[in-house]
């Protein structure tokens, strides 16, 4: 998953299909953002689950953080700034 491609507030894709044990690579390629798990009923809210903290790339030098999917469904945001209420959400198993 693409975290901030081509300086853009988004994950791309915006979602993804796994398995429970699948490991989902949050590729941070520009900007400083967050990968934090929040809710779909608070999709820009910290739910005290998975978060990157923030992680500041330069053009050139990506980073990467996985996660490994231990539930059905599992919402993320950025939370840098107003990120999320721009529309930086991620889900896992949408539904």
Do not use: K
């Not at 949050?26 to 739910?47: D, K, R």
């Not at 030098?61 to 490994?68: E, G, L």
């Amino acid at each position: 998953v693409q975290v901030g491609p081509r300086g853009a507030l988004v994950f791309e894709p915006p979602e993804v299909s796994a398995s429970m044990g699948d490991v989902i690579r949050f590729n941070f390629v520009s900007g400083n953002h967050t990968a934090t798990q929040s809710s779909l009923e608070q999709p820009c809210v910290a739910n005290g689950g998975f978060d990157t903290g923030f992680i500041s790339v330069g053009d050139g030098m990506p980073r990467h953080v996985d996660y490994i999917v231990d539930t059905d469904q599992a919402w993320f945001h950025c939370r840098q700034a107003d990120h999320c209420a721009r529309g930086m959400v991620f889900a896992v198993n949408p539904g």
